[in-house]
């Protein structure tokens, strides 16, 4: 099955229609940087299960670490620990900013970030959480009253608390992002003297890179002056780092690209390199706090998933993975925009590293690009809080023939969107 599969054309009605496929495709197999469908088709993949596979498909190293771990020890269900779970907790807490060395494992994003707010609000004994406008946190309680891209995602929200504040889109042309950054302080600083008393907050919750919202990097200046803020009003800063975690943006956390260190941070997606894992790292204090929470999570920290993420760490250090992507994504954004410059339905392009995005003229053109990718074998998402921004999450191990290939094909696409009405 191709393209605009729906479940009824599998001839199934067990699964729940609305069960997530963002590309709108089926798959039935993947190798490196490339999937095929049923039909034995090929697409380049440029979506990374959503940054989960930044090794790209099957990597055989950390399908051997997994293997020999689902043999040894397959799981524990939070009655014991296992081996694998504590020398992964080493070694992330190793490639963490430093202070950041206190690992708490979960099994889903969104279980990090509910660990993290529920964290800051014992630690501080505080109840406000301040997010920031485009954000994507997660569909648990917490993670999606912090949610703010999409006004649907809020709906029958009981977790209050929750403001919203600005954070500095740079949209328009000419458009400096410092300006933008001092304007959206100065709205946070204006929220504390009108809204919601700073000393009343648990913390602030921002992505480095806000991911869903669009691709959107927040900057050095916008999060130091989150941090400068946190530290004047007793505030915990957390970096949701689900995403830009794990070297995706070229470091292995997006803080260290910012120089700017938060009091935890949580990372999932890559983590496992596409086991589920996902963990809250901070300070031993602050995680300290739950002890009397009665924490817990019967798939937190599948000793399988330990084995295959500390797998992946292994093969990054080794082939200078980081390095790479820090100088190639600089490369590609510049030819990102080289291209948005040249079409049309496209307005510009952005991002950090491999986490790239076009914003489109409008929702529609993002759509016909899309689809005109997928279409000529190049998988690719949009999204965007105004569903007007296609995705670029290549595998970070993509080769430079196939980036050349995919921006190729994305290239043709949006030629061929920008004769649309
Ligand atoms: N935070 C961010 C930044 C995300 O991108 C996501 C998932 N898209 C989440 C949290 C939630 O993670 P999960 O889907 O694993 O719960």
């Not at 380049?44 to 040894?72: C, F, K, W, Y």
């Not at 915990?236 to 794990?246: H, N, P, S």
């Not at 803080?255 to 890559?270: F, H």
């Not at 798939?299 to 998933?305: D, E, G, L, Y």
Request: charged content about 20%; overall charge negative.
């Amino acid at each position: 099955m191709g393209h605009g599969d729906t479940v009824e054309a599998h001839g199934q009605r067990a699964l729940a229609a609305i069960q997530p496929n963002h590309t709108g495709t089926t798959m039935a197999r993947g190798e490196g940087s490339w999937v095929w469908d049923p039909e034995g088709r090929k697409y380049l993949d440029l979506v990374s299960g959503i940054a989960t596979l930044n090794l790209g498909h099957g990597r055989p190293e950390v399908l051997a670490a997994a293997q020999a771990q689902m043999h040894t020890l397959a799981h524990g269900g939070g009655a014991f620990l296992d081996q694998p779970v504590y020398a992964f907790a080493e070694r992330l807490a190793g490639i963490t900013p430093d202070g950041i060395d206190s690992i708490l494992f979960s099994a889903t994003g969104s279980g990090a970030n509910e660990s993290a707010l529920h964290m800051a609000r014992v630690a501080t004994g505080r109840d406000d959480i301040v997010s920031f406008r485009g954000s994507f946190h997660g569909r648990t309680e917490a993670a999606l009253a912090a949610s703010v891209s999409r006004a649907e995602f809020r709906t029958k929200i009981l977790a209050t608390d929750v403001t919203v504040a600005p954070f500095p889109h740079v949209e328009a042309p000419g458009e400096e992002p410092d300006d933008l950054a001092d304007r959206a302080l100065a709205e946070l600083d204006e929220i504390h003297e009108t809204e919601c008393l700073p000393e009343e907050v648990a913390a602030y919750v921002v992505e480095p890179v806000q991911g869903l919202g669009g691709c959107f990097p927040a900057g050095e200046r916008f999060l130091s002056g989150l941090r400068e803020r946190a530290d004047r009003y007793g505030i915990l800063l957390l970096f949701d780092e689900v995403q830009t975690g794990m070297g995706r943006t070229g470091a292995w956390f997006a803080a260290e690209r910012y120089g700017v260190t938060p009091d935890a941070l949580t990372s999932a997606k890559a983590l496992g390199s596409g086991f589920p894992i996902s963990a809250l790292a901070t300070r031993h204090e602050l995680v300290e706090s739950l002890q009397k929470s009665g924490h817990g999570s019967t798939f937190a920290a599948s000793p399988v998933a330990c084995a295959a993420g500390q797998a992946a760490i292994d093969v990054v250090e080794r082939e200078g993975i980081l390095e790479r992507v820090w100088a190639s994504g600089e490369v590609v954004l510049a030819r990102l925009d080289a291209i948005a410059s040249e079409h049309e339905s496209l307005r510009r392009a952005r991002g950090l590293g491999y986490m790239l995005a076009l914003a489109c003229r409008d929702r529609e053109a993002a759509v016909a690009i899309a689809e005109g990718c997928i279409d000529r074998g190049v998988l690719v998402t949009h999204s965007g809080m105004h569903a007007d921004t296609v995705r670029l999450i290549p595998p970070l191990t993509i080769s430079d023939e196939e980036l050349d290939f995919g921006l190729g094909v994305v290239e043709e696409a949006a030629a061929a969107a920008d004769a649309a009405p």
